[in-house]
């Protein structure tokens, strides 16, 4: 069974809008990924938050972990055609340390 | 560094046949992990590796899969026999520091087995 999962399955705006992704998860975790991925591609990471971390920032990517609601989201402000892809957040369960993957958020950006 | 490298990019072969999938993950990472990803079941860890050695294969889903890592520097996943429903994107990641930190993936191989 899925660790985490990510909410919505598609997204779609327009370029210069602001993308938000939730990632639910049910047991306790160490760490929280998230990763995108290209049409055809491997995944890239994007970034990583600790439980002990509330928010992390990386250029137009803003991440925000709540523990108590075992969610994290994925903020991408000011969009480009170029963010088109999927998302996918990881979480590790808590003694195990291996990383489950979502199904993914499919993102469309147009321009 | 060139990045996890894996190959072939594309297999298309019989019901049957036996299949080899290789890659080559980045120096100095201690950590690689091999995945399976379909439309129906997201992307599933099949097995992974700790300094060349299997710690979790709990993910490879019959005897006809058998993965091996002989060197730090070069692992294999292979199919025997294949079969329609192993049609899939695998890929092999690799990463160090610990399995639960940032992974590298490869391009993927993309199997079709008619």
């Known amino acids: 069974s899925q660790q985490g999962e990510e909410d919505p399955q598609a997204l779609s705006i327009q370029e210069g809008e602001n993308a938000t992704m939730n990632c639910s998860y049910k047991?306790?975790?160490?760490?929280l990924q998230w990763y995108r991925q290209n049409s055809g591609r491997g995944l890239v990471h994007l970034i990583l938050?600790?439980?002990?971390?509330r928010e992390k920032h990386s250029g137009r990517l803003r991440v925000t972990l709540d523990t108590s609601k075992k969610s994290s989201s994925l903020l991408i402000t000011a969009s480009r055609a170029a963010d088109t892809a999927s998302y996918f957040c990881?979480?590790?369960?808590?003694?195990?340390?291996?990383?489950?993957f979502g199904r993914g958020t499919s993102l469309i950006v147009h321009p | 560094d060139a990045g996890v490298i894996q190959s072939p990019r594309h297999e298309v072969t019989e019901m049957g046949q036996e299949v080899t999938l290789r890659c080559k993950p980045i120096?100095?990472?201690?950590?690689l992990f091999w995945y399976r990803q379909t439309m129906m079941r997201g992307l599933e860890l099949l097995i992974y590796?700790?300094?060349?050695?299997?710690?979790?294969d709990s993910g490879m889903p019959e005897d006809r899969f058998s993965a091996k890592m002989p060197n730090a520097s070069f692992s294999t996943l292979k199919i025997q026999p294949s079969e329609p429903r192993d049609s899939a994107v695998y890929f092999c990641?690799?990463?160090?520091?610990?399995?639960?930190?940032?992974?590298?993936f490869g391009p993927g191989t993309r199997l079709t087995v008619t």
């Open positions: 990641a690799s990463t160090t520091g610990g399995p639960s930190y940032e992974q590298y």
């Open positions: 047991t306790s975790i160490n760490n």
């Open positions: 938050i600790r439980s002990n971390e």
């Open positions: 990881a979480t590790d369960k808590g003694g195990s340390y291996i990383p489950t």
């Open positions: 120096s100095g990472h201690d950590y």
């Open positions: 590796f700790n300094n060349n050695v299997p710690i979790d």
